[in-house]
């Protein structure tokens, strides 16, 4: 009796260990998000006062420290997880064919958070710029001190500041650096500038009104963010589905890793279900994102 509850307790601390591994990656990778800061939150007591939070903390550092932003490595060791419980190498080939797409999707992500601090970044530029002209600062010093107190706009705000500083032409310089994307709240600038410039008109109203209109768009993009918020955690519920199954199949005593990696059936259903669920999860990505583009 005591031999058999030894090799029933055995896969049962293997499976924990692996799940461990597993959700250990996944809030290594995620860890920016607001579900997973919850979810580190509830296992490390908030991650900073505890001995326990302490450690998580130290561990994410030494993981980025030999990572140095390649977190697209970590499917191989999240892969690896299946390879040895299910004793075979396809999951790791698995992996590694992983490693290019997760790539891919990071660097979209960066992009997109470039972009949308590059655009805050516009936004502060605007209202620090009204803010110096109506304290009675010159257009061009005016610039200068927003661009200094502005985050996001990096060496682009430099050339904007050294047209304004040395006697350049600042809308021309401002028109190129709109085509950076992010940066499109700039031509309206340049605009503004051109016009306060040829008719006298007031800049520091003209870019008031731009302020106001980047910061609505800002607004009504945060709240379009916030209703498909529901859908994205949907297209992750999908996502997680196979693996809850596989892990109620282990739980009621199966061997499904068994059957999808060592069987001819196995195979088929693990091909065809994977290929299905790729382009589930790709069809309702492409669906939400249409929603975020409206």
């Not at 030999?66 to 977190?71: Q, S």
């Not at 080939?93 to 490693?99: H, R």
């Not at 949308?116 to 002209?133: K, Q």
């Not at 209109?213 to 996502?239: C, F, I, K, M, P």
């Amino acid at each position: 009796m005591t031999g058999d509850t030894a090799r029933v307790g055995v896969p049962d601390v293997v499976h924990a260990a692996a799940l461990c591994a597993a959700m250990a990656a996944w809030l290594a990778v995620m860890g920016g998000s607001r579900p997973s800061r919850r979810a580190r939150a509830l296992l490390t007591d908030g991650g900073e006062r505890t001995p326990g939070g302490e450690r998580w903390w130290r561990a994410r550092g030494w993981i980025e420290g030999r990572l140095r932003g390649r977190w697209e490595w970590l499917c191989l060791p999240v892969a690896s997880v299946p390879a040895v419980l299910g004793q075979s190498v396809l999951p790791l080939l698995a992996g590694a064919a992983a490693v290019p797409l997760a790539r891919r999707w990071l660097l979209k992500r960066r992009s997109r958070e470039e972009r949308e601090a590059r655009a805050n970044g516009v936004v502060d530029l605007c209202g620090a710029l009204v803010g110096e002209l109506r304290a009675g600062r010159e257009p061009g010093e005016a610039l200068l001190v927003a661009v200094r107190g502005s985050d996001g706009m990096g060496e682009t705000g430099f050339r904007v500041a050294a047209a304004a500083r040395f006697g350049g032409d600042v809308p021309r310089a401002l028109v190129q650096a709109a085509e950076i994307p992010g940066l499109g709240g700039l031509a309206g600038v340049a605009a503004c500038w051109r016009v306060a410039v040829g008719s006298g008109a007031g800049l520091a109203a003209g870019l008031g009104r731009l302020e106001s209109a980047l910061r609505a768009e800002r607004r009504q993009r945060d709240e379009l963010r916030a209703q498909l918020a529901g859908a994205w955690s949907t297209v992750g519920v999908l996502a997680l589905l196979p693996v809850l199954g596989l892990g109620l199949g282990a739980a009621l005593g199966a061997d499904p890793l068994t059957v999808l990696l060592h069987s001819t059936v196995g195979l088929v259903c693990l091909v065809t279900g994977g290929l299905l669920e790729a382009c589930g999860l790709f069809w309702a990505a492409r669906i939400v994102r249409s929603g975020e583009a409206v």
